[in-house]
C-alpha cells in the first residue's frame, strides 16, 4: 500500500538523459548513446572500405580474401596509383580497427599522441580520428612545410 517514492526517484537519476551527463573515466569524454551512435558509423564505413578496397583489387588481380589482404597491398604499395589508393583505404581501415578496439577498452575518444581527449565535433566527423585537433594540425603543418622535418630523420 505503500508508494516507494524514494526508490522511484533513486532509479530515475540511474537513468541519464543523454546530455551533459559524461563519463568521468580517464579520457572518457563520449557518451555511451555518441559511442553507439559512432560505432554504427565506423562499422559502416568499414563496410565501405571494405568493399572499395575488394573492387579494387579485382583491378590489380590480385585475389580478396579477408584475412591478410592487409599484408598483399602493403608489399604492393608502391607500384601504381591504385596500390596508393589502396594503401591510403587500408590505413583508415586499420584506424577504424584501432577504434573500435578502443571502444571497447573504454578508452576511446582519446589522442593517441598525446593523451588528451578528442573533441566530439571532431570524432562525429571523423569517428576514427586518431589525433586531437592540436596534433593533427601539427601533424598536418608539419607535413606541409618541411616533409624531411617529419620523416627525414636527419635533422636533429
Ligand atoms: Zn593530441
Same mark, same amino acid.
Given at each position: /500500500? ?5 526508490? %522511484?526517484?533513486?532509479?530515475?537519476? /540511474?537513468?541519464?538523459?543523454? &546530455? ?9 569524454? @563520449?557518451? +555511451?548513446?555518441?559511442?553507439? &551512435?559512432?560505432?554504427?558509423? %565506423?562499422?559502416?564505413?568499414?563496410? $565501405? ?7 579494387? @583489387? ?15 597491398i602493403q608489399s604492393m604499395a608502391?607500384?601504381? $596509383?591504385?596500390?596508393? /589508393?589502396?594503401?591510403? %583505404?587500408?590505413?583508415? %581501415? @586499420? ?7 578502443? /571502444?571497447? $577498452? ?9 593523451? $588528451? ?15 586531437c585537433v592540436r596534433c593533427q ?5 608539419? +607535413? ?8 627525414g630523420g636527419e635533422a636533429a
Amino acid at each position: /500500500m505503500l508508494a516507494p517514492q524514494s526508490s %522511484l526517484s533513486k532509479s530515475e537519476r /540511474m537513468t541519464r538523459s543523454g &546530455h551533459a551527463e559524461i563519463s568521468r573515466s580517464r579520457g572518457g569524454i @563520449v557518451t +555511451n548513446a555518441e559511442t553507439k &551512435h559512432l560505432e554504427v558509423a %565506423l562499422q559502416a564505413k568499414r563496410q $565501405e572500405i571494405a568493399s572499395k578496397i575488394c573492387g579494387r @583489387v579485382g583491378d590489380l588481380g590480385i585475389g580478396c580474401g579477408e584475412g591478410d589482404i592487409l599484408d598483399r597491398i602493403q608489399s604492393m604499395a608502391d607500384r601504381d $596509383e591504385t596500390a596508393a /589508393m589502396l594503401s591510403r %583505404l587500408s590505413s583508415t %581501415l @586499420v584506424d577504424i580497427d584501432r577504434s573500435l578496439r578502443a /571502444m571497447s $577498452e573504454g578508452s576511446y575518444g582519446v589522442c593517441t599522441r598525446c593523451g $588528451e581527449p578528442i573533441a566530439i565535433k571532431r570524432l562525429q566527423v571523423i569517428p576514427w580520428a586518431a589525433y586531437c585537433v592540436r596534433c593533427q594540425e601539427r601533424f598536418e603543418s608539419a +607535413n606541409e612545410c618541411t616533409r624531411s622535418k617529419f620523416y627525414g630523420g636527419e635533422a636533429a
